[in-house]
């Protein structure tokens, strides 16, 4: 049985496990131990304005900008939410040859942005082209 969650004190979520309360100290581990399902934890985290308009991941990013999802427990990693919200709403991503496959790419050029109209897919070249297209590529 997953714990009962009860409310939020000084950024800690307290549960009741055999009537001890527990601590649990981030979200997304709260998320997992309550069992919410994936797709309830990312919408939770969108900020949907417009069809036409970027939807902001408002969770964990990276150094870049991208949204992040925790797709497992500690240590099991994590999805970008773009590539979530393209599965989402579109299925799986074809098999693309390359060494990375499947590249899900932003039109809009924001890398928060999780609108699947604002998504396409192609190859790791095909992201290194509209990178250089768009001014985007620095040589490192």
């Keep these: 049985n997953a714990p009962a969650l009860s409310e939020s004190v000084g950024g800690a979520y307290l549960t009741m496990t055999d009537g001890v309360v527990m601590a649990i100290r981030d979200r997304a581990m709260t998320a997992l131990a309550t069992r919410i399902p994936i797709e309830e934890r990312f919408w939770s985290k969108v900020t949907v ?4 308009e970027c939807w902001e991941w408002q969770g964990a990013r990276t150094g870049g900008g991208y949204g992040e999802l925790r797709v497992g427990g500690r240590g099991n990693g994590y999805v970008m939410a773009h590539r979530f919200s393209y599965e989402l709403h579109n299925g799986p991503l074809p098999e ?5 496959g499947a590249c899900v790419m932003h ?3 924001n890398p928060p942005c999780v609108n699947p109209a604002h998504l396409t897919v192609g190859t790791n070249s095909d992201n290194l082209a509209d990178m250089r297209r768009k ?4 040589r490192r």
């Design 49 to 52: 304005i417009g069809p036409g």
């Design 96 to 100: 693309l040859p390359g060494y990375h």
């Design 107 to 109: 039109r809009c050029d």
């Design 135 to 138: 001014g985007r590529w620095r």
